[in-house]
């Protein structure tokens, strides 16, 4: 499994007049704790779309278990716990500073050859990145 | 049942690089789709919240088939599956103008008395509003 | 001069926790009002970037008097008040409900030939569109 | 005159069908460097906020020179070029990795008691926190 923690301050424009973080702005954070994730494996997802590879999100789904409030650095823990092949998933538990859980939530996204609009395998570059993770004794 | 049509035009805005509605602009377009249905119910989401009742979302989940796209007028299918109680389920079927299917999704919320921060049952007026389309024979 | 008058419903996710609308959708709603002038004038703004001219905004200032506040259906009025040579002025003033003055804009926005990356003259099918509103006596 | 830097990293939701930052973004990225550079004067928005004092933004002005785009380090120069009174100016340029200028732009706040919805002078703790940026020879 390839877990990683991303930092993300909350903007008083992604309030809402509840004086909460509104719902749907989750999924840009979730965008944000992913690229941040691949960053660290050593994968840039710009160069990857550069590269004629993106990665739209096929399924997403998150439960809501505290609202989080304007100005907190919440911390977004990430994991890939599978080695992804035409699909990749990510999970997201988030925290805020008193570390109350916030909300947990899972991404699916396709890997889609941008000239053909064909979905493609996981690319290599990724896959070598991950497999370290996923065979900690090298067996 | 109760079902509920509503179009919502894409704006610039909503779009990103790939030329497709970023997937977290769907709850925003939920949120209007299910505040325009308790309208054509007689609820005002605003009046209810200025009487003391704030529906927060608990749970999001959505599922994307094809990706929106500027300007495209889309229809999204708001359904009330059940008459709610503590939970309120909104389920959301978006087309576009072609009426090709672009995602399914559901949320949950439920509803706070905002002055005692409590959860609360759905108030009189939903409830109301809504048995016609439970029991449509009458019975 | 041509005016437009187009309404915008404000979305719960476009307020903030100070209870009003966010001071960077307005940038957004601006979008909204000059599409739909332009649509009015019969140009499609999808079918100008299609055909190859994209219009970014150069310059935009917006004096704020009142906020805008939750579900208010505000009334924004769009005004061309020359013809377009190089770049296009719209000025914009966005009224609420009970007619309040909430803010008075501009945006300035260039042509760009997206295929030559260089600025362009105003399409000629923009320009016949407006010429009747300036020479309204038909000399 | 008070100068702080800033770094945004943009992300996919912020950017457009054109490819670059969304022109109504950088509204955001202003709120998230003002309150970055209040903080490193010792002042927290949120704080000031809680004690009753709100800052809405009166006007916003900004000229685009070059587009922002994804996965960009933008680094934003705020500047307090006076002592505020009962408004203060916040002035920012954008810039590039590769340092080229992206825009230039100006917001003006009032400071407004938030329990008499009245406007007030800034605050003690903001005020005495500038003054040594305003008479470095201490005269």
Redesign the interface.
């Known amino acids: 499994m390839f877990i990683y923690q991303t930092l993300v301050?909350v903007?008083?424009?992604e309030?809402?007049?509840?004086?909460?973080v509104?719902?749907?702005?989750?999924?840009?954070y979730f965008?944000?704790a992913r690229?941040e994730a691949m960053r660290a494996l050593g994968i840039?997802?710009?160069s990857l779309?550069d590269s004629g590879i993106?990665m739209?999100?096929?399924?997403?789904?998150?439960?809501?278990k505290k609202?989080g409030r304007?100005?907190e650095l919440l911390r977004i823990e990430t994991r890939i716990e599978e080695i992804p092949s035409l699909r990749i998933r990510f999970n997201y538990t988030t925290f805020n500073e008193q570390e109350e859980l916030l909300n947990t939530a899972e991404t699916e996204l396709v890997f889609i050859d941008s000239s053909r609009k064909r979905p493609v395998k996981a690319p290599e570059t990724l896959l070598s990145a991950l497999v370290p993770f996923f065979h900690p004794n090298g067996i």
């Open positions: 301050r903007r008083y424009a309030t809402d007049q509840m004086g909460f509104y719902y749907g702005h989750y999924a840009t965008e944000v690229v840039s997802y710009k779309e993106q739209p999100v096929t399924d997403f789904h998150i439960r809501y609202p304007y100005d």
